[in-house]
């Protein structure tokens, strides 16, 4: 069953700390994107990657990192320097980099308490 | 100016009938337009691309690309209460196509 799998679905936080949210792709492709939803706004970059071992800031990636070890896995971290993260946090694929057609995991849901 | 703007709604039509959603971006220099499906609570699903102007149509849904207008539209023809969703737009400029997404119009069909 290709796909992507996003986890947790739901998580809560202290201010204060960091959480790292899960992305997998059994779809071999080669981009992957961070992607932050909050009501009422479109969807907005945080991260992506063309390959492996390399990654680019989004429109938005203060208070976040990445990592790309692996074909398959891009984990984010949400740090304490991201002033407001509560968000629904999307994670997509593309075939290759600039080739448009995204596919999105099921989403994150982070709320800071 | 946002780069791509959508009307949010909510749009309310009559099951069976047409719904038109419309779309109208900033950077002329796109080459690629996307409409997404967002259901509550859901991730978006891709429902149509075009590139070139014109119309597409692929079964209920007909997405139509007016560049000199910088101007795109998804129809949804016989509208169903399952279509009751937000519509993400969705268009690729730049020198990455990357892609900027509007804020989205909430569509209610209506029993």
């Known amino acids: 069953d290709g796909g992507i799998t996003q986890s947790p679905k739901y998580l809560f936080r202290k201010e204060g700390q960091n959480v790292t949210l899960s992305c997998e792709q059994n779809?071999?492709?080669?981009?992957m994107y961070w992607y932050r939803q909050d009501p009422g706004q479109g969807l907005r970059l945080i991260y992506y990657s063309q390959i492996v071992n390399d990654f680019q800031k989004g429109d938005i990636a203060e208070g976040y990192s990445v990592s790309r070890e692996k074909k398959e896995s891009f984990p984010l971290t949400v740090t304490s320097a991201q002033k407001n993260p509560t968000a629904f946090y999307l994670c997509a694929t593309a075939r290759v980099f600039g080739a448009n057609v995204l596919t999105f995991g099921a989403g994150s849901r982070l709320t800071v308490l | 100016q946002k780069e791509v703007e959508q009307n949010s709604g909510p749009l309310s039509v009559p099951e069976g009938a047409i719904a038109s959603l419309n779309c109208t971006y900033s950077d002329r220099g796109s080459q690629s337009f996307f409409w997404y499906r967002q259901y509550s609570g859901k991730s978006p699903e891709l429902i149509m691309f075009i590139y070139s102007n014109g119309d597409k149509e692929d079964g209920r849904f007909t997405a139509q690309l007016n560049k000199a207008s910088q101007y795109v539209s998804l129809l949804i023809r016989d509208s169903q209460p399952s279509d009751s969703a937000t519509y993400l737009c969705?268009?690729?400029?730049?020198?990455?196509?990357?892609?900027?997404f509007g804020a989205g119009t909430r569509l209610t069909v209506k029993p």
């Open positions: 969705a268009v690729g400029a730049g020198n990455n196509n990357d892609m900027r």
């Open positions: 779809l071999n492709h080669d981009a």
